[in-house]
């Protein structure tokens, strides 16, 4: 005698296996997205912070500090990306008011987000710093000169995770509106 259908376990344990594969993916995925980010994150501010040391080191010039943050991106690639980043080198010297010079450069990064640290107000200096760049009454300035690198970085996603993230159910509308799967970061090193 035949069992009903509806008193029937066929099918629960592939219908388990199946929820659980699909949540244990999305947190497998969502732990490489993260860690990516991470790291891309601790990597740019690396670069920036070991760029704007050399360049108040006076270290030849701007393009030398640049080759040099090409040639430590090894995992960022920036040598074969060069859409992915922007990369900044600045100087901003004492003066009423203190002048702010970029002097080199590199990567072809084109977001709303990226603006060179000469085109921006007072250099991205806080009032505080911008401070020590003003000259008083006789032409004296508590510091001569600060070094400013700023480089943006376009994360690329590694897994499927991030289409789904933008979607509708997200209220991304595949348009941007959700959750942004490849965000534009950013690292600033004023020395």
């Given at each position: 005698?035949?069992?009903?259908?509806?008193q029937s376990n066929q099918g629960v344990v592939a219908l388990e296996f199946l929820m659980m594969?699909?949540?244990?993916?999305?947190l497998a995925f969502g732990v490489v997205e993260f860690g990516a980010r991470i790291h891309e994150r601790n990597m740019i501010t690396h670069l920036a912070r070991e760029g704007a040391s050399?360049?108040?080191r006076d270290i030849d010039?701007?393009?030398a500090v640049v080759a040099i943050i090409k040639d430590a991106s090894y995992s960022l690639d920036f040598e074969n990306k060069p859409t992915d980043y922007a990369l900044f080198v600045a100087r901003a010297t004492?003066?009423?008011?203190?002048?702010?010079?970029?002097?080199?450069g590199g990567g072809t990064l084109a977001e709303p987000e990226v603006v060179a640290p000469d085109t921006a107000t007072n250099c991205g200096l806080t009032p505080a710093l911008l401070a020590y760049l003003q000259q008083d009454g006789a032409g004296?300035?508590?510091?001569?000169q600060f070094s400013v690198v700023r480089i943006y970085y376009k994360h690329t996603p590694l897994t499927p995770l991030a289409g789904l993230l933008d979607n509708d159910l997200f209220g991304g509308g595949g348009g941007g509106g959700g959750i942004d799967p490849d965000p534009v970061m950013v690292a600033t090193a004023i020395y």
């Open positions: 005698m035949k069992r009903p259908i509806l594969f699909l949540i244990f993916s999305v050399l360049y108040s010039t701007a393009t004492a003066g009423n008011p203190p002048v702010c010079v970029s002097t080199g004296i300035a508590q510091m001569q």
